[in-house]
């Protein structure tokens, strides 16, 4: 029981790793608020972490809308009274060259993946100081630390959310307020799915271990940081990529 009592904030949970933090954060003791703009996807999360005995809120959210997230917060101050983790988990991607890309493009990756962690960040830290400590998980990828072609709003975004988790630990550390960052490398998720057949010659050879990421590899050091086990890390940033950045 890891996270008893805790009260954790995750977005992005319908899904690969999302729904498998929301999973182990429940099975671990905390009171789990899972948003997601996939409402069925997210129903059926919610039922099964209730099946197993788990504390659980699902709420539909568009993460890149600020109303939105004033919504979450209240609602999860309703139900639970207070927020002691934040995990900006939700994401999304788009692969476009630079002559290919159009500013819509770019503009709707930056709102989710950036902008979404802000705002999060924003109204959950506020209710973090009330309680006097919390931990801000943000996920950002192996693509906010090195150069991936084809997918620049992606890894523009990831850089970013890496600099602003940084910024924020800095900011906010008088406060007991933690902020770390998680860069997962290639995890098979729904969201990889559809370029995994093609692309998995280059995931090998880059990945130094022999097998690509599960889920869970990502959920259980997002777990640690949430957890007092890691207490004095704040600004750090956890890489969780098979060894790809190790070359």
Request: aromatic fraction near 6%; charge should be negative; proline fraction near 3%.
């Amino acid at each position: 029981m890891r996270l008893q009592d805790k009260v954790a904030i995750i977005t992005g949970a319908a899904n690969g790793m999302g729904a498998k933090e929301a999973e182990l954060f429940a099975a671990e003791g905390a009171k789990v608020v899972a948003t997601d703009v996939n409402t069925e996807q997210l129903e059926k999360l919610v039922s099964r972490v209730k099946a197993t005995g788990g504390d659980i809120l699902g709420i539909t959210h568009d993460v890149s809308s600020e109303d939105q997230w004033k919504s979450v917060i209240a609602e999860t101050l309703d139900t639970y009274g207070k927020v002691d983790v934040l995990v900006n988990n939700a994401g999304i991607s788009i692969n476009k060259s630079f002559a290919e890309l159009t500013m819509g493009q770019w503009n709707s990756v930056m709102d989710v993946n950036l902008n979404g962690c802000l705002l999060g960040m924003k109204y959950a830290i506020p209710e973090m100081k009330k309680t006097g400590a919390g931990s801000v998980i943000n996920i950002s990828s192996i693509g906010g630390i090195v150069g991936m072609a084809g997918s620049s709003p992606y890894t523009a975004a990831k850089g970013a959310l890496r600099s602003l988790s940084k910024s924020a630990a800095v900011e906010y550390g008088k406060d007991n307020i933690r902020v770390n960052s998680v860069h997962p490398g290639i995890i098979v998720t729904p969201m990889t799915a559809e370029s995994m057949e093609q692309a998995m010659p280059y995931y090998q050879m880059h990945t130094q271990l022999p097998n690509l990421g599960d889920p869970e590899d990502v959920a259980y050091g997002v777990l640690f940081l949430a957890s007092d086990e890691s207490k004095f890390m704040t600004g750090s940033e956890l890489v969780i990529d098979g060894g790809w950045t190790a070359l």
